[in-house]
């Protein structure tokens, strides 16, 4: 689609409610702009189908976000504290029902046909995060920054690892409403949108009490079933108001009516199997205990549906761009005064990617077309302002374009690599490209707008840093393991394979490497993890090779023996301990083993959790409140884990004296 057609079309999706079909979008997109029409109900379907603009209501229809989402009502519970000093935060609390583009300080609420006003509340910006942390924690720190300029000069004026000491944000004035109102602790509003797009709501009251236990769990097994539905059919999303959006619509009408409970009293106090988790540099939704999987290469969530021939070339070979960026390579190549089409197209394709010459020649002309296109109309004193910073968003998105395709070429098992490294690579890559199409134009943007994109590309070098530090000691294990093993080859061997097995827990950071016998039954394996994560045998459990859901899921006879499994072409396998932890399995590497081998731990981090503490979740926020709490927490949190749990500690030594104690060595 031209950029005209995808105005249209967006204009199209926030101004209708009926139910459509795709002739009249199409049709409506048409009188806007009729450039290459043959292809536009395509471009359309394909965009429908790759993002959560509209919901497909059957073969021929859709609904859009906003004739979704102005039909149902949606709950807010003020906490104590809100309660206390007379204010409600909008914060996150307005997901996915306000038009995504709007800020929580300009929607506009109403109470009996009036406008409820607005206020300001100060205080550190930690005591007001809570209330946007929906939207992803990584993110309430630039949305209280956003809330007014005032906020935004404390923040860029502020170390960059250290919050300000105050700032003030934008809360509604519910002195009088809660007075007329009687509201109490456990009083909720209902909150209807009167206008989506406008992001303008109405509040009613709902009594402490009106609302029964079991009806309000009905709506929190829709909401949990409508979650998985997005967790299944969409994966970990672009975002969590995306994941939020489609468990909407995945919830059914359940989902959809009252009672029912606020968002964030189902994802933080009700729901114990689905949690918020760390998802490469950002954080998603899931389900509890479970690992977002990694990707293979890089994501290109910025790259649009209906790409154009030039973009599908690129992200053919894992270059997932824009024509935008493209452009923004050649501004930036203007800016440094060469015209030398060879040195654009390898910014853009890196020399580590594996292109075709057809396609390397292919993307040369469409460079030079557009380096004349540009040429004419450039002035390199407006581009003053934004070509440093173009320039240097270019280079960052080139190395992470290229560090991703080394990775690809290593003859490496991907087991060893840092969790999400192709998940937060395609972050850093996926930002810097949205920059560089920002920055794909002759005037300059606002200097505050130019500064927050100089932070940001700080930020993400710093980040891009750090990746390349894990990987390099990713690679130095990797390698000393390699040496090991060829070590234990030169020995008496027995003629028997060993293997290399990582055990890792399920929402956590909690993992070990073995080394056991390639003739030991996955009985044998199952006693090794409860030793290895000091576990006493106290539930039932099972291994089972892992589908694409919980019914697709094949459970493996524990009589099975290791390297039979291994025969049969499985690298993992997964284990489910109780109905609360499950653990990923394995294969690493087999190897000819040395004389008088034996079963050991070779690596692994974290302490292992108590196996009662209930799932990874409860065992986070013990860590929580090991780590940050009062002392009151902290004792509880102690009781619970045990008085002599170290958190984060992983002492190899004792797990392999443990091993030994079953396992003995022979001397």
Known sequence: MTPNQEEALYNFLENTTAPFTLKIVTDYVRTQDSEWAENLPLEIAAFFASSVAAFPMDKRRWISRRGFFEKIPFVISPSKLELLNGILIPGHRCLPFANPTKMPHEYEFFWEGEQVPWTTSEGPPDEFYPYYSIFGKEYAPQIVARDNPENEAAFMDSDPYDDPPEVSIHTLDMRNIFREAAFVPGDRFVVKTRDWKAGHFDLEKVNRGEWSKPDLDKWAGAAESGFEGSFSNMGPGASTEEQIAFAYWYGGNRMRELPAYSLEEFLFEVTENIENVDYGIESRFWLAGKDIPDSRGLLGASVPPDRTPIE????????????????????????????????????????AVSIGHMELNILAKFVSETLEDLSDGYNIFLDQPMGATRREIGELHNAVVELAAQILRWEMDESWLPKHTFIMLSQIQEHAAELMTDLDSDAPPPEAELEAMDNSLESMVETFSDIKDMLKDAMNNYRRSNIQLVHADRGDASGEMWQTVQISVGGTDVWRRVIVPG????????????????WKDSYRHHFYIAGSNDLDRKTVDQRQRVREIRDRGISRLEYEYGTKWTVRVIFVSSYQPGNKETVRCVAGEGAGPPEQIGGPLRFRKMLTALAGGNELERQTALSEMGQDFVPGLFDKEKCNRNLHSVYPVDK
């Open 519 to 534: 003739s030991w039954k996955l009985a044998d394996l199952h006693r090794l993890i409860q030793i290895c994560m000091d």
């Open 312 to 351: 599908d070339i690129l992200f053919d070979v894992n270059v997932p761009v824009s024509e935008y960026v493209i452009r923004s390579y050649v501004r930036d190549s203007l800016f440094r005064n060469e015209k030398d089409v060879g040195k654009i197209v390898e910014r853009i394709v890196p020399q």
